[in-house]
């Protein structure tokens, strides 16, 4: 996740936002006692963006010998059981990619405020909504995961649901059905209809009793550690490891601020 470093000036953002070095100090520090509009503030915080100029956190980072770039992760606060180890899945192997790349992970407030102590964000089983909520807050690189957002600005992964049942057809070649905990974005959850002929969502621990006899394609290690005494379940390895390896390669590339013409990738 490192990245070269450009040495962009407070100068240079205040040039580009058209305001004074002042002004662009008071918004990056959020000082309260200065009357300043939010539209000069947003200005300011999409130069800062565009520019790759890093104040508060990382600035202080630079400062040692070895720099260290930091990753939020936003996660929904209002998980259930079920919810909450799918999602910790995702950040064990978001984190241990993140060491292997010499970054830290740190977890995010679950509320849609400004964040100062991250360079990106990767947000994981948010709504659009909840997205664009902290969109609307931050002016760092953010990324989205099992959420589709259709907005260039961003980069989102979610899983390749066509090549995930091609893999499942080729396993059983018998009727099968997909089981999953469901994505709160109702698109994706349009696009797993979609994809399977038949498709049972598990939204809580109460509902795995419930998982009808046969064949099951699953491809969230809980519900796999969850059913592993059945015979009939195929989970293939690895989804949760190439996405967070996805979600790392996107960093990078938010973080350069290099052109880049694909802002959607599908993982499988």
């Not at 996740?1 to 953002?13: A, C, E, F, G, S």
């Not at 999602?87 to 995010?108: K, P, S, T, Y």
Request: aromatic share 8%; hydrophobic share 45%.
């Amino acid at each position: 996740m490192r990245t070269m470093n450009k040495k962009v000036t407070i100068k240079d953002v205040a040039e580009a936002a058209g305001v004074c070095k002042a002004t662009v100090s008071y918004v990056l520090n959020d000082r309260k006692d200065q009357k300043i509009s939010e539209e000069t503030k947003k200005k300011v915080w999409q130069v800062v963006n565009m520019l790759g100029y890093r104040p508060n956190a990382f600035a202080q980072n630079m400062r040692t010998a070895v720099a260290r770039q930091m990753v939020g992760v936003y996660l929904p606060s209002d998980l259930n059981a079920l919810e909450r180890a799918m999602c910790l899945d995702f950040l064990e192997e978001l984190i241990a990619v993140a060491r292997e790349e010499d970054a830290n992970i740190v977890l995010l407030p679950s509320v849609p405020e400004r964040v100062n102590t991250a360079d990106a964000i990767v947000t994981f089983f948010l709504t659009r909504e909840q997205f664009f909520a902290l969109g609307e807050s931050n002016f760092i690189p953010i990324l989205s995961v099992d959420c589709r957002i259709d907005d260039a600005l961003f980069f989102e992964i979610a899983p390749d649901y066509a090549a995930l049942r091609a893999q499942a057809d080729a396993h059983f070649q018998a009727p099968y059905r997909y089981v999953c905990i469901p994505p709160r974005d109702e698109t994706l959850k349009r696009e797993i209809e979609g994809a399977f002929e038949n498709v049972t969502f598990v939204r809580g621990v109460s509902d795995l009793a419930s998982i009808p006899e046969g064949n099951c394609f699953i491809t969230q290690t809980v519900l796999f550690e969850a059913l592993s005494g059945r015979k009939d379940v195929f989970c293939p390895d690895g989804l949760e490891r190439r996405t967070a390896e996805r979600a790392a390669a996107c960093i990078r590339l938010a973080l350069s601020h290099e052109p880049c013409k694909q802002h959607i990738f599908k993982v499988s």
